[in-house]
């Protein structure tokens, strides 16, 4: 496999920049949700950064993964790693990062939850502790779904791709992650979609101000569609891989296992910047942070060329402010004398 090196390594830098700009844009939404919007105590965005959390674990769960596989091919050794790694940390690693699946399809039904709810059972209110807990369970559940696999050694370290994927020749493990990480989670977001779609094409005897209510939730669940159907595009790439090897007799194209992982972190890329670009707070903020950003380089630079032009200035101006700092420190001393002197009169 020498004759391929170039092309693997060229297939890892690219899943390692896409992972990178994962953690970036997820990181960056954090950001801002902490420090730039004002009201950000809320159950939205609660969810929206629950979403982003469970992204950062899947990206940097592939890509510790990818920093194998990368030195890996980069040292043209089959035998990188030792046999403990390949049999107990290796799997793990996949663990974390099937773990990483789930926990964010799982963060998107709760948005979607959240959206039905306001919805649907407007008149049921739930606090902002309740969806806290729910995330907690969200990632309790997440870890226990996908625990069989790992127990059952599902996860096999294959030589020539140094990583340890589900191979394609273990159906039930495929079908069982496939179903529950992935299908079953795919089937409640777009039954809540449509639940939400029928019931507001349907109900029209409603005040003005319960239809404002419902055009904006809807228009916020519209906003995680495009992010989740992404991941469904991951799914059916997959499995498509999947299938094509069960009609070969199990018999994988030497890019297949590379490829099924290099669409995950292509696919990790583009959700949160698809978030951003269709969450005008959140593209607002952005816009107003990239900025300042833009502005701090810009006054550094021209007070960096102000010192290099005038130097005999800035030693003026700073003689002036130990001047002024000397007078201040001259006035507080006499002013405690003062005092002194009045209390002993």
Same mark, same amino acid.
């Given at each position: 496999?020498?004759?391929?090196?170039?092309?693997?390594?060229?297939?890892? $830098?690219?899943?390692?920049?896409?992972?990178? +700009?994962?953690?970036?844009?997820?990181?960056?939404?954090?950001?801002?949700?902490?420090?730039?919007?004002?009201?950000?105590? #809320?159950?939205?965005?609660?969810?929206?950064?629950?979403?982003?959390?469970?992204?950062?674990?899947?990206?940097?769960?592939?890509?510790?993964? =990818? *920093?194998?596989?990368?030195?890996?091919?980069?040292?043209?050794?089959?035998?990188?790693?030792?046999? =403990?790694?390949?049999?107990?940390?290796?799997?793990?690693?996949?663990?974390?990062?099937?773990? *990483?699946?789930?926990? @964010?399809?799982?963060?998107?039904?709760?948005?979607?939850?959240?959206?039905?709810?306001?919805? /649907?059972?407007?008149?049921?209110? =739930?606090?902002?502790?309740?969806? !806290?807990?729910?995330?907690? /369970?969200?990632?309790?559940?997440?870890?226990?779904?996908?625990?069989?696999? $790992?127990?059952?050694?599902?996860?096999?370290?294959? %030589?020539?791709?140094?990583?340890?994927?589900?191979?394609?020749?273990?159906?039930?493990?495929? #079908?069982?992650?496939?179903?529950?990480?992935?299908?079953?989670? @795919?089937?409640?977001?777009?039954? +809540?979609? @449509?639940? /939400?779609?029928?019931?507001?094409?349907?109900?029209?005897?409603?005040?003005? &101000?319960?239809?404002?209510?419902?055009?904006?939730?809807? #228009?916020? @669940?519209?906003?995680?569609?495009? %992010?989740?159907?992404?991941?469904?595009?991951? *799914?059916?790439?997959?499995?498509?891989?999947?299938?094509?090897?069960?009609?070969?007799?199990?018999?994988?194209?030497?890019?297949?296992?590379? $490829?099924?992982?290099?669409?995950?972190?292509? *696919?990790?890329?583009?959700?949160?910047?698809?978030?951003?670009?269709?969450? %005008?707070? /959140?593209?607002?903020?952005?816009?107003? $942070?990239?900025?300042?950003?833009?502005?701090?380089?810009?006054?550094?630079?021209?007070?960096?060329?102000?010192?290099?032009?005038? %130097?005999?200035? #800035?030693?003026?101006?700073?003689? &002036?402010?130990?001047?002024?700092?000397?007078?201040?420190?001259?006035?507080? +001393?006499?002013?405690?004398?003062?005092?002194?002197?009045? !209390?002993?009169?």
């Amino acid at each position: 496999m020498s004759q391929f090196t170039t092309l693997f390594i060229l297939l890892d $830098l690219l899943a390692i920049f896409s992972l990178l +700009i994962g953690i970036f844009t997820a990181s960056l939404i954090l950001f801002i949700i902490a420090r730039k919007l004002n009201r950000h105590h #809320t159950i939205a965005n609660l969810l929206l950064a629950n979403t982003c959390v469970c992204t950062l674990e899947l990206c940097l769960s592939d890509l510790i993964i =990818y *920093g194998f596989i990368v030195i890996s091919d980069s040292t043209l050794m089959t035998s990188l790693t030792s046999l =403990y790694d390949q049999r107990y940390l290796c799997p793990i690693r996949s663990y974390f990062l099937f773990t *990483g699946f789930s926990l @964010l399809y799982t963060s998107y039904c709760l948005q979607g939850y959240y959206r039905f709810r306001q919805v /649907i059972f407007y008149k049921k209110h =739930y606090s902002y502790k309740v969806f !806290v807990y729910l995330c907690l /369970i969200q990632w309790i559940f997440s870890f226990l779904l996908v625990l069989p696999m $790992l127990l059952t050694q599902s996860f096999i370290y294959i %030589p020539t791709e140094f990583f340890c994927p589900i191979p394609f020749n273990k159906p039930l493990s495929v #079908t069982y992650i496939a179903v529950c990480v992935y299908g079953v989670f @795919l089937t409640i977001f777009a039954t +809540i979609y @449509l639940w /939400i779609y029928v019931y507001t094409s349907r109900t029209t005897s409603i005040t003005v &101000k319960r239809r404002r209510t419902i055009d904006r939730q809807f #228009t916020m @669940l519209k906003r995680i569609i495009l %992010p989740a159907f992404s991941l469904m595009f991951l *799914g059916i790439v997959y499995l498509s891989l999947f299938f094509q090897a069960i009609a070969n007799q199990y018999q994988t194209h030497f890019l297949t296992y590379r $490829l099924s992982y290099l669409f995950i972190a292509i *696919g990790m890329s583009f959700i949160h910047v698809i978030t951003i670009f269709q969450t %005008p707070p /959140i593209r607002k903020a952005v816009l107003e $942070l990239f900025n300042c950003l833009e502005g701090r380089m810009w006054k550094r630079k021209e007070s960096q060329n102000t010192v290099s032009e005038n %130097p005999n200035t #800035t030693v003026q101006q700073q003689q &002036k402010r130990e001047e002024q700092m000397e007078l201040m420190d001259y006035k507080k +001393i006499k002013l405690s004398q003062s005092e002194e002197e009045t !209390v002993s009169n």
